[in-house]
């Protein structure tokens, strides 16, 4: 009996001590987690005070709120991290964990995005965000993730527009000679050779100066890049012919999103949804803005009455297109 008692007290002494011993350790662990958050960077070409990247400021805000802390995704405004077409690859092999970037470069890795970015494309900035919200946005999104990439969610574009330095620019022959900055993309350089004018794909950063040296006649953009890069200072004639709406894209690195829980990979997806409406408000409001700074800075104007005969000149370009894009673009110009 006092051996049974003796074992039974033992066996007790053990078990409590275990339960101590667990105790301890999910303290440390929980511990552990509040002091050592998982840091994740985001590169964002834009300054901070842009819609954009007050976008993704709002989608790390989410994800921090959502996970009590545990994930914490810090924004890195004004290219710190570098140019689109280099944090693409750096976020490919996981260097870089997230990047709003446009499709534009994106499409040299992953084609098929081509078909999103075809001018003249969208009827409207509704029809393209029934686009992207829609079956054909969420299959792009998934389509990634052999290239390394996880489509997380979409931001607004705008539409955009070709300015240069030497003329005003009222149809497409007007565009002859002219040198024209394009993304880095095979797409956007032929878009401009088939309007008659020379091509230079070029990193956003070298934009200013390459227009204040002349090295470039003019480029394209949004009001509110042409605005907030002072393009229009060195740039002031702006053609409104509005060719493109290439949709803005947050990506993770698949390396980096593999190391996350799928509740937190979930998390992280929801949360860039839900700030896509907080990013387009800001972004109605600063295209506004924009165009009155860039009037009141002595920009000229050109209103594009007309837009046939541009839409013509991008014929070719679309008969080109590979099968996948092009029954990608018939499935766009289907969704209503
Ligand atoms: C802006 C876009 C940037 C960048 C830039 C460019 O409209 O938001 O991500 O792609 O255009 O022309 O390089």
Redesign the pocket.
């Known amino acids: 009996m006092k051996k049974l008692l003796l074992v039974i007290s033992g066996l007790a002494l053990v078990v409590s001590m275990t339960f101590a011993s667990g105790t301890q350790d999910q303290g440390a662990a929980a511990g552990a987690k509040e002091v050592k958050p998982i840091v994740l960077r985001l590169a964002e070409?834009?300054p901070a005070d842009y819609p954009?990247t007050k976008g993704d400021m709002r989608f790390a805000e989410l994800v921090k709120e959502r996970t009590n802390g545990r994930i914490i995704i810090e924004v890195y405004p004004s290219s710190q991290l570098g140019q689109?077409k280099a944090v693409i690859e750096q976020v490919q092999f996981g260097a870089i964990d997230f990047t709003?970037?446009?499709i534009?470069?994106l499409a040299s890795f992953v084609p098929v995005f081509n078909a999103l970015q075809m001018p003249y494309l969208y009827r409207s900035e509704e029809h393209m965000w029934n686009v992207l919200l829609g079956p054909i946005g969420k299959e792009l999104l998934a389509s990634l993730e052999p290239s390394g990439f996880i489509g997380i969610g979409w931001f607004e574009?705008?539409a955009?527009n070709f300015y240069n330095s030497k003329r005003p620019v009222y149809k497409p022959e007007d565009l002859a000679g002219l040198k024209i900055r394009?993304?880095?993309s095979e797409l956007m350089v032929g878009m401009v050779q088939a309007l008659g004018a020379a091509a230079t794909p070029m990193?956003?950063g070298e934009?200013y100066s390459g227009l204040q040296t002349g090295v470039i006649d003019g480029?394209?953009?949004?009001w509110?890049?042409y605005e907030s890069t002072s393009h229009y200072e060195v740039a002031k004639y702006y053609t409104l012919d509005g060719h493109t709406r290439?949709p803005?894209i947050i990506i993770a690195s698949k390396i980096s999103m593999q190391k996350l829980s799928k509740e937190d990979q979930e998390i992280i997806k929801q949360a860039a949804l839900d700030a896509i409406p907080y990013q387009r408000q800001l972004w109605a409001e600063r295209e506004k803005a924009s165009e009155a700074k860039v009037r009141a800075g002595g920009s000229i104007i050109i209103e594009v009455t007309d837009k046939t005969p541009w839409q013509e000149k991008m014929k070719a370009l679309y008969a080109k297109q590979p099968n996948d894009v092009q029954a990608l673009i018939k499935q766009i110009q289907d969704v209503k």
Do not use: L
Not at 219 to 222: S, T
């Open positions: 070409t834009h954009t689109e709003r970037v446009s534009s470069p574009p705008g955009r394009v993304q880095e990193p956003y934009v480029a394209e953009n949004n509110p890049s290439v803005e």
